[in-house]
């Protein structure tokens, strides 16, 4: 929704408190512009207030001798001097309120409609001033406060600051407000005031932060007699703003000009110092070398990113069009985001955590965000009901590696009467290994990349892929039917030995508990248990742990599991005679720890809080990350059954878990985690989801076992479609995998598919281009849990139209 | 700082402006809680104006039947009626203002001298209200705003919310300036004026955010005659604080009980949920089981923990006591706190960019955070002169697997043409490993751990070392004497076979350019040569890069190495014949390429930014991180030279660098590091430490080539004290061994012997505890880059005397 122009410089004036002197400093600002040649624009969008005395109709009275080139507008004009949200109620009336008043949304669109307009209009530079009503958090009409209503438009900012008695703490704490959204703060005006002398105080108190105080006399004081006042405010701005084009107004006038060639100046390096500096992760630098290659972001809000195409488009760009445009976060940036970008409930958790604490130790510690974070993990969350114990981490890797080294001990643990003499010297077994799935990932460290086969594509020189890894059966809609597609070994055993079959439709598919007597389920059965016995009798490697990531492997290439084959395979594996060498105590894991991998899956990417709800089983391990924080800071979290943490219990520090990061539980991630999953449990108690969950219902009043964000027509369509070979969606997520392309994750046929997604419909004003990822022949579109459904089709939408063969 | 008290309720009162009724609604309160005959404590720390207006002569004016029972109570008091800094000013003139206006200190430990005063006077209940001048940043005697100022303090608040047109903005700005300083607020009071209604929008407002908004009448006009004036204040406060007791403002009351109730009763259960619930990093649970043994850290401020130690004392606490009581964080939280907790400048960082940002996907994507970092860092910082990217991840240990992968990969690229034919199928090498110095520990994850020797002690069941590690001579000052201890392969070289040898004061053994070519440096090289020819040319592994903490080993034991042996061995291991079999091209690592583990030891920890100035050569890879955030969250970078960078890159996807973390590059962890660098070079530039360099200077006007804040008598001092074998000191850190006890990591000895540390001396007021953390037989204490020099000798002092020998 930003905007940014070569020509046009965009300020939105905001008010320290109101009665500083907003008006009066705007129409100084707008006089001087007006000066220099410029084109002015000024936009009142919300005005409250008798008529004659509209901030709109003032600005032109004393814009001085080129008011001519000025044009003022108000788009939303009430009569009753209060609050723009009580004044269009009054206005109103309590009973239409409701309806009548426009939306932050339509609010903010009108004004970006009316800056293109503008933008349009002249080629030549000219200046635009947003003036705000009242101060920074002075509600809008909806109700919102102003900033947060207008930082989807991510304007730079003047503050005017407040020169009465207390007005220092006013205007720092306005200043603070706006940083919070991440409004650029590029001046402060204020009155030279020489009682109180604010803007003594307040100059060097922004010197060091960089920004620059004008400081203007104030107004004469008004005369009774309105000829005699015109006369007055009229000398007044004669002589703050000369026509000489000297002074502190026009200081600031260059300034603001400056900072704004400045940006764009930044901007428009940013991509060649990107390319000079930076290592990307997982991106091939060769293939990708140009400034146009480069996503400049200039900021986030919503589920879009602002981004910066300058370069990408320079020759055929209409100079009168916005420098920046919007872009759909169609990854959820790496599957992270929940609640939308730069969310204030989320920024004010993570400043009120390091305002308290910044970070603390954790060892033998504990603090407040860290132990809520752990009990409603544990007690109500992901754990309930077979955790007893939180290990807080960094990342998904972290949080894996520490899931593995749990495991992995409390195998050896309870094996230790039947270790080697040599194992027994070292300390501990040799040759443990994992069992889990082909297209399994778990991470980048090389302890979680060794728990995954080698395929050749996530690989390292110090991988050692240490297990077994079961090729799985996997379920998804080819040509508008939900099929289950059986690898060989498995298709052998059923009766019509056909790869496909159909076990119905996806609620049926992921009515796990039904399918436990079927026919498939005595297939996957027998499959498993013979595999275990062939593994298990054969090599030196010991298996001592079940990895899964349940529901869908992420990284693998958006792989839906068949959830029976996962279940059954947890199953199995606790009740198979192969692992049974030792003993177990009462209460603790049998056959092997089971590890789920929920980092991708869990908390409600898919729909639901944890995927053992669909399973129909819990693990004895398992890691959660990614959306724990909504998309703001790195955190995981290991939950661990008392089984397992009582494998490093004991006398001896060497045989605790000697694993922790320097940053372990820092509060700033555990208080954003704990903000999220309050949201997060509100907005699914709520039945914030009900709508999306009522399309994937199979019978009235019926909650469906999985459903989608994503419309069930749509994905039964696009599976029809020539170029789709199979499509799956759940939760946010929708993937589609190109058909007729073998080539895996070194294939780039999905990502020339869909090229044309990443820039904004032509023919649309209010379209956005969409930054996906690919993984090989598979595209996949995320979606945070609060998208607009409007979003959501629109980019339905796209996607179709995206797909249909170009026409002859 | 912070207190708190069982039987004294305290309660700071903030404005969200001036003339907002603050000390009338606190008189409200004052009254209030002596009506409900509490003893009553009011504290104006600093009041302007007329003596005959001030607020603590009002206050008792109108406290009502029970006004005896109020002690009310100014301590520092201008008369001018402006802000306190200019008050202060105007009063003591310019010229000596500097000395006589109260530091912020002074006031703080006013107030809290004060307050601790007040609960020793009574044991009955009682309530407490400080109220403050202006609003929440107007500021303070001198200078800095009040809630900074006041933060140390940390006492729960009252916001006395604007009822004035603008006044919503005011409230809820200042509201969010408390949160950035982590304040508890526990209520809003505001007038309830009809025409705004701003009490409506913020009771709804505040009502989501769990706070109480008390609505209060607004006082009657003011009349012109002073008796008519007394007598309708005088029924306005026995309308709204009847002595029937009832009503908002008693309502507060109850809601302020139960507020500081549930805020001891939450401190009182931390511990037994703690040991509930949370799986602590690296501590063995069965030693620490008790609710004593766990440290609930209320807040932090500066290098102070509040701690609450109830249930410690409990028997014994005199319940006049604070339950919260100052502990300095002695092992600066995991050696990450460089410029004290909960620094607001870091908090503010982070905030702007949550509010800017959000998290945005990295791959292929810029922004200024991360762009200012990388160009930060590689260009004027550790990479200067020899990185050129920068690949930026969550943690040390992340960031040392990245390292690992980059050297792995440059010499496998290079000796490709040398591959069998197996490693070609398998599309890698075989049986690399690193080279590296025992003691050495790279981080947790299990790829890290597998560049380290398996000593036993951090090791898990996947733990696989790879390389070779020499056992290295090390420095530390014995008995008043800096040695250099070698070990006996290296000690039998030398032509006296000794163990120990005197190179001369610390200032000469850091001269590592001018013992290049002394005796020693003879021994190391052929020592080093002749290891290199022996490993290289037996075994099948095949070393592929030296990996080095240099300067100290820290997780290993702060263990300091020879600065020479470990430039040698650079040197060595880049001009060996060992390891020449391709030739390598212009500009590219020579030998194997060489890490810098600089994730502890860079970045000022060790008073100097980057080690390779010490060593005099600079590697091609090198990992910071922790001060990197100046302590606040997680961040990693890793450093490459460009022909390290040229090893993935290709035409082919699957060269690439396949590594990548969701939150890689996050705009609150860059900007946060940027803020903190900037801060630190500020530090650097301006002299900040000078007098600790001074010190350590061998002649006058010569820069040092190491320092440290601790004073080198001491550290001499201490080496010769009985119980100390060994000590070293270097930037924040001092390290001391303790004498006669050889069981390492095991070995309990450290924390016995400090034990006395962890609570505040009995003698003195004005002590903390330490919390400090040991590696087995070894102690260390780590300062923040800021740490006040009295705080240092305090400490100091403390650890002389705690290792005196008890008297008999």
Redesign the interface.
């Known amino acids: 929704m930003s905007v940014l122009f070569h020509h046009l410089r965009v300020h939105q004036v905001f008010?320290a408190?109101?009665?500083v002197g907003k008006t009066l400093l705007t129409t100084a600002l707008v006089r001087a512009s007006s000066l220099t040649g410029k084109a002015v624009y000024y936009l009142k969008p919300v005005s409250t207030g008798p008529l004659q005395d509209a901030d709109d109709e003032y600005i032109t009275r004393f814009a001085g001798p080129k008011a001519s080139s000025i044009q003022s507008r108000c788009l939303f004009r009430y009569s009753d001097p209060?609050?723009p949200?009580?004044a269009a109620q009054r206005e109103h009336g309590a009973d239409e309120a409701q309806l009548s008043i426009p939306s932050d949304g339509t609010l903010v669109k009108a004004i970006r409609s009316h800056i293109h307009e503008c933008a349009r209009a002249t080629r030549e530079r000219a200046h635009m001033y947003v003036e705000t009503a009242?101060?920074?958090?002075?509600?809008t009409l909806s109700?919102s406060?102003?900033i947060d209503a207008y930082r989807p438009l991510?304007l730079p900012t003047i503050l005017v600051g407040d020169h009465?008695?207390?007005g220092?703490?006013?205007?720092?704490?306005?200043y603070?407000?706006l940083?919070?959204?991440?409004?650029i703060v590029d001046a402060v005006m204020i009155f030279r005031e020489e009682?109180?002398?604010n803007w003594e105080?307040l100059r060097s108190y922004f010197a060091e932060r960089d920004i620059n105080v004008a400081v203007v006399d104030p107004p004469p004081p008004k005369h009774a007699d309105p000829a005699l006042n015109l006369a007055s405010t009229d000398e007044y701005y004669q002589n703050i703003v000369p026509e000489a084009q000297n002074g502190s107004v026009f200081d600031l006038l260059n300034h603001l000009d400056d900072r704004h060639a400045n940006r764009i100046e930044?901007l428009n390096t940013?991509?060649k110092?990107?390319l000079d500096?930076?290592?990307?992760?997982?991106?091939?630098?060769?293939?990708?070398k140009e400034e146009k290659?480069?996503?400049?972001?200039?900021?986030?809000s919503g589920d879009e990113?602002s981004v910066f195409n300058g370069r990408r488009t320079q020759a055929s760009v209409d100079s009168t069009k916005s420098l920046l445009e919007p872009q759909f976060?169609g990854?959820a940036?790496?599957?992270?985001?929940a609640l939308?970008?730069?969310?204030?409930a989320?920024?004010?958790a993570?400043?009120?955590?390091?305002?308290?604490?910044?970070?603390?130790?954790?060892?033998?510690?504990?603090?407040?965000p860290?132990?809520k974070l752990?009990?409603r993990l544990?007690?109500s969350g992901p754990g309930k009901g077979w955790a007893?114990?939180?290990?807080i981490s960094?990342?998904?890797?972290?949080g894996m590696?520490i899931a593995?080294?749990m495991a992995?001990?409390a195998y050896?643990v309870r094996e230790r009467e039947h270790w080697t003499n040599e194992e027994l010297a070292q300390?501990?077994?040799k040759n443990?290994g994992v069992l889990g799935l082909k297209g399994s990932y778990h991470?980048?460290?090389?302890?979680?990349?060794?728990a995954c086969e080698d395929s050749?594509?996530?690989?390292?020189?110090?991988h050692?892929a240490?297990g077994y890894w079961f090729d799985p059966p996997t379920v998804g809609v080819r040509d508008g039917r939900m099929v289950v597609s059986l690898p060989p070994a498995i298709a052998a055993l059923t009766e019509s030995g056909e790869a496909e079959v159909n076990e119905g439709p996806i609620q049926v598919v992921y009515s796990v508990e039904e399918r436990l007597d079927s026919d498939l389920a005595e297939v996957y059965r027998a499959f498993i248990q013979d595999m275990l016995v062939k593994i298990t009798s054969q090599g030196d490697l010991k298996l001592?742990a079940l990895v899964l990531e349940p529901i869908v492997m992420g990284a693998g290439g958006m792989i839906f599991v068949d959830p029976l084959f996962q279940r059954i395979l947890v199953d199995s594996v606790r009740s198979s005679p192969c692992f049974s060498k030792t003993v177990r105590r009462e209460g603790s894991w049998s056959g092997l720890p089971v590890i789920f991998d929920e980092v991708f899956a869990g908390l409600y990417r898919l729909g639901m809080e944890r995927t053992s709800d669909v399973l129909g089983v819990t693990p004895d391990v398992a890691v959660n990350?990614?959306i724990l924080t909504g998309?703001?800071?790195?955190l995981a979290v290991?939950l661990?059954t008392q089984s397992v943490?009582d494998a490093?219990?004991?006398?001896?520090?060497?045989?605790?878990?000697?694993?922790?990061?320097?940053?372990?539980a820092?509060p700033?991630?555990c208080e954003v985690a704990n903000e999220s999953l309050r949201i997060i449990d509100g907005m699914a108690k709520g039945g914030a989801w009900d709508e999306a969950k009522a399309a994937w219902r199979v019978a009235e009043g019926e909650s469906p076992k999985v459903w989608s964000f994503w419309d069930p027509d749509f994905v039964g369509e696009l599976s029809k479609s020539e170029a789709v070979g199979e499509v799956m969606a759940m939760g946010t997520v929708l993937a589609l995998k190109i058909a007729g392309d073998s080539q895996g994750?070194?294939s780039h046929s999905a990502q020339k598919l869909l090229e044309g997604l990443r820039v904004a419909a032509e023919d649309d004003e209010s379209s956005f281009g969409i930054?996906y990822?690919t993984l090989g022949n598979v595209a996949y579109f995320m979606l945070s849990l609060n998208t607009p459904t409007e979003t959501v089709r629109h980019i339905e939408d796209r996607i179709w139209r995206t797909l249909q063969p170009a026409e002859a």
């Not at 930076?278 to 990708?288: A, N, S, T």
């Not at 991470?443 to 060794?450: E, F, S």
């Not at 998309?631 to 790195?634: D, Q």
């Open positions: 008010g408190n109101t009665d209060v609050s949200h009580l009242g101060g920074v958090h002075s509600p109700g406060t102003q991510f009465k008695l207390g220092i703490s006013a205007t720092i704490s306005s603070e407000s940083l919070l959204r991440g409004y009682y109180y002398r105080y930044e940013m991509p110092r990107t500096t930076v290592w990307w992760p997982f991106v091939q630098h060769g293939l990708f290659d480069v996503n400049v972001i200039d900021s986030a990113f976060d990854s940036s790496w599957w992270t985001q939308g970008h730069a969310n204030p989320l920024t004010m993570a400043a009120r955590a390091a305002g308290r604490y910044g970070h603390v130790m954790f060892p033998q510690g504990s603090h407040l860290a132990l752990a009990e544990v007690k007893s114990r939180a290990y960094d990342n998904g890797s972290s590696e593995l080294k992995l001990r050896a300390g501990r077994p443990l991470g980048d460290t090389i302890g979680a990349m060794d050749g594509v996530y690989t390292c020189e110090w050692d240490k001592a990350a990614k998309g703001l800071v790195p290991t661990a943490f490093f219990y004991g006398a001896d520090k060497a045989d605790a878990l000697l694993h922790g990061h320097s940053y372990t820092y700033v991630g994750y070194q930054n990822r």
